[in-house]
């Protein structure tokens, strides 16, 4: 079993910055990707950033430059760091992770934490 654990969510302004990190634990061969998606509410969930276990980097068009997504291999964990934060980033983020070998490979969620942007 593999768990995902995130924490750093909370209230911001407008401009503000945050930094959301994920831990994961359990049986863990190896981390292939991982990311972190939001969803607001109402909407379907997106694709935020993503990291690969060899340090390339993706990023919704709407967070580019804003943004920055790293890993710490050895404590398995992503962070996301948010910068210039706008009320429409505003939604549940939730961690993910693809772990495994290539003949076992299995996809694990985060519970979420909730970011809000407001005055």
């Known amino acids: 079993q593999v768990q995902l654990v995130e924490s750093g969510g909370g209230l911001v302004q407008p401009g503000g910055s945050l930094r959301l990190s994920c831990a994961a634990s359990g049986s863990i061969s190896r981390i292939n990707v991982m990311g972190w998606y939001r969803q607001a509410p109402g909407k379907e969930r997106e694709l935020v950033a993503t990291i690969t276990i060899g340090g390339s980097a993706d990023f919704a068009d709407s967070v580019k430059g804003r943004f920055i997504i790293s890993r710490d291999s050895a404590k398995n964990t992503v962070y996301l760091q948010m910068s210039s934060l706008k009320p429409e980033d505003t939604a549940v983020y939730y961690c993910?992770?693809?772990?495994?070998?290539?003949?076992?490979?299995?996809?694990?969620w985060g519970q979420g934490t909730q970011v809000t942007v407001s005055l």
């Open positions: 993910n992770a693809d772990i495994g070998l290539p003949w076992n490979r299995n996809n694990y």
